[in-house]
């Protein structure tokens, strides 16, 4: 129905060279869009952006992007529209995914989806520092279960009591 080249970076920052090689990767494929998913950073880069024909996004925004570039390949591939026409659509729907109504709402989905990620390592950070109290509480039962077994001992056989502390 339609080809969508994925370039995948992790990089601090987007370097133009992965856009370039993104473009480049598009049209020896010929391909109806490209997506340069990438970790990095830039100036005026909030999880989406478009440069060159090369739809750049955050790794946290690719889902929902990709589900609408396929529902649109699926879509013009149903409506039987020509090549040429192909490509006056599909950069109809590039106007469309920078602009604000549909920006705005994956920018959202990508500062949420951050959060929420930061939040579950915090989470797991939290469940570690219980469980190593609770290590520790266990550990002192089992020494003072130890204790109260030995002076139990020293008891039966006639001797005085041990009074430890670990």
């Given at each position: 129905?339609?080809?969508i080249?994925?370039e ?49 996004v955050s790794p ?17 591939a ?7 026409r ?9 106007n469309y ?9 994956i ?43 030995q ?12 009074w430890?502390?670990?």
């Open positions: 129905i339609g080809v080249i994925y995948c970076k992790r990089t601090p920052n987007v370097p133009t060279l992965h856009i370039h090689q993104t473009q480049a990767a598009k049209q020896s494929r010929h391909a109806d869009f490209a997506l340069l998913v990438t970790t990095g950073q830039r100036k005026g880069f909030n999880g989406l952006a478009t440069m060159d024909g090369v739809v750049i946290l925004g690719v889902i929902p992007l990709v589900g609408l570039l396929r529902q649109h390949l699926i879509e013009m149903k409506a039987n529209i020509s090549k040429v192909r490509v006056a659509v599909a950069q109809q729907l590039m995914i920078t602009s604000p109504l549909f920006k705005n709402p920018e959202e989905v990508i500062h949420t989806s951050e959060e929420l990620q930061k939040m579950i390592k915090q989470e797991a950070k939290d469940h570690w520092r219980i469980w190593e109290r609770r290590w520790d509480h266990y550990q002192r039962i089992r020494w003072d279960s130890a204790q109260i077994q002076n139990l001992q020293r008891v039966l056989l006639g001797k005085s009591q041990i430890d502390c670990p």
